[in-house]
């Protein structure tokens, strides 16, 4: 199938799924352009987070053209909460992911449908350096997460989620943990209030709700 596909004159996205056995980001993207990375998802946020979890090991494969899978998008579908439904779709385009709609939009509420056509985010997912966020540090039960990458203009995205736990918790991460010199100022923007928040000398830091995630864009000046 992906030799008669190169034969084509127009560009086609090829997806190819055997339900992440076998490792194919390790020899997928040579044949495909994407690969789903574990078995289905499901509208729920436990088996949301089996899927992020069982691509972190392999983000760091991804490039322009070769991108995980870790299943379709869940949100507008009922099973989880609006916050879930962000952090959900926050993750997967960091991840570089296929952002395909799993819901029926005819019926679709605006509150999920907003979280869809967040103009800010899906630029992380189309950025056009076409690099995955990847786990860059968590605590020992894993309840709490920051997730990063670069981005083409020189920044980066970095996602704290808060993805265990019933309270909010107060989360950070520190430019020499994403590449970036402690000592220089970024402009950080949040992409869920859409809104700056200011500029940061080696490290920001925010409130996040259980479940929930802070989206930020960070910039250099």
Known sequence: MADALAQVERPIFYSLCNQGQEDPATWAPAWSNSWRTTNDISDNYDRMLFCLD????????????????????EVGNGGMTTTEYISHFSLWAALKAPLLIGTDIRSISQTDLDIYLNKEVIAISQDSLA????LIKQTANKEQQVW???????????????????ETVTMNVRWSEIGFDNSVQLQARDLWLQEDLGRFKGVVAANVESHGVVMMRLSQL
């Open 54 to 73: 069982g691509t972190e090991p392999w983000t760091r494969l991804v490039g322009p053209g070769s991108f995980n899978d870790p299943d379709m998008l």
């Open 148 to 166: 990063a990458g670069p981005l083409s203009d020189g920044g980066a995205v970095v996602i704290l989620f808060n993805r265990g736990g019933d």
């Open 131 to 134: 690099i995955s966020a990847s």
